[in-house]
């Protein structure tokens, strides 16, 4: 038996986690202040919009070089559309069931 294979599929979790993340801030509503550079495979935003995005912190110097292929990978299984939620939507959504 492969010893390894459990920490392998918890590096794989976390970079889908990851990359869901990128990708909401990129591509999800109401966060259209931020950019993608390129050169530095990172997240590219205005102070203001950074400050305004606590939970998105951990990318503000942060590149993710696998971005690109990952969206190749993953954004098909994405849902878009007015029903679509973010993972900030969700996380919101069970912070007010668990308040509620």
Do not use: C
């Amino acid at each position: 038996m492969l010893k390894a294979k459990p920490n392998f599929e918890l590096r794989i979790r976390r970079l889908k986690r990851d990359w869901a993340i990128v990708y909401d801030m990129l591509s999800g509503k109401d966060n259209s202040d931020f950019g993608w550079d390129e050169y530095r495979q990172l997240v590219d935003a205005k102070d203001v919009v950074w400050n305004s995005h606590k939970e998105a912190g951990q990318f503000r110097h942060r590149s993710f070089p696998y971005y690109d292929q990952l969206t190749t990978i993953n954004a098909k299984d994405r849902a878009i559309g007015k029903n679509a939620h973010t993972t900030t939507d969700i996380v919101e959504e069970i912070y007010a069931e668990d308040v509620a």
